[in-house]
């Protein structure tokens, strides 16, 4: 059945967690999709898991749309959301909307996800709201700016800043966003979020009283070199791939492979 923005605020009515993971490219997005995943982020964390940069911030919106793309075409029944990379949305509410709308009609997703939730994100996404572009939030630990962080630090540990990030996720549900990604922020924060607001939070790092969860699935298969303290790991895909090449390597050098 295929998953709809409007299906995700049910499923916070509900009670039914929500079960949201990152893919990349055509057969892990499919793999996902099999499995049942509620919604599939095309999330900028591809530049690091999947081009090998050490931040998001390089990442162009041409390579999130070839990305993007490829995804799609896997996915048939999750909810297909797509990031816009940093630098193609933060200038103004024209540039948001441009790069919002090449990603709908160039890859097909059905909404792009924007990180921040100071005055002018904020007055950014209700346009694109507007516009009928569907938008999740992204409050906390925004990676887009972690070299104003000083690194990907917990963010939220004072009152003031707590408040500050409460303050923020309650205007984005004002400005119209669908669902709200929480990063690490402390967990009686993150309840707090998701008390307080209709439309789902989706935690990573956040504890377990989100209305979902999400992962990169990178860490979540074990492929990923390192992983945050949040992540968990629940297959080691990076020694199978080893196991596999070096056991075709020694048939192909012994003569017994073909
Ligand atoms: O880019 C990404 O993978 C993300 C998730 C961690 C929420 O934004």
Not at 88 to 101: G, K, P
Request: with cysteine; net charge negative.
């Amino acid at each position: 059945m295929a998953i709809t923005t409007q299906k995700l605020t049910g499923l916070k009515q509900e009670g039914r967690p929500i079960a949201v993971l990152t893919a990349w490219d055509f057969l892990i997005a499919q793999a996902l999709d099999h499995a049942g995943v509620d919604v599939i982020l095309v999330g900028d964390s591809l530049a690091m898991v999947a081009l090998g940069y050490d931040t998001t911030l390089p990442l162009t919106l041409d390579e999130m749309i070839h990305h993007a793309k490829a995804v799609k075409r896997g996915v048939k029944n999750a909810l297909v959301v797509v990031d816009l990379p940093f630098g193609c949305y933060q200038e103004s509410r024209q540039q948001a909307i441009q790069s919002a709308v090449r990603v709908l009609k160039e890859t097909g997703a059905q909404a792009v996800k924007m990180e921040g939730g100071h005055p002018a994100m904020v007055d950014t996404i209700a346009h694109l709201v507007h516009s009928g572009i569907p938008v999740m939030a992204h409050v906390g630990l925004t990676p887009q700016s972690v070299h104003q962080f000083g690194g990907f630090r917990q963010q939220g540990k004072s009152p003031e800043a707590a408040e500050r990030i409460l303050n923020e996720a309650i205007a984005l549900e004002q400005a119209g966003a669908f669902s709200i990604v929480l990063e690490h922020i402390p967990s009686d924060l993150a309840l707090q979020i998701s008390q307080k607001l209709t439309i789902p939070t989706i935690g990573i790092g956040a504890g377990s009283q989100c209305d979902g969860q999400v992962l990169v699935t990178a860490d979540l298969l074990g492929l990923s070199s390192w992983q945050p303290p949040f992540a968990k790991v629940y297959a080691n895909l990076h020694d199978s791939i080893v196991q596999a090449t070096q056991a075709y390597c020694t048939e192909v050098r012994e003569h017994r492979f073909p």
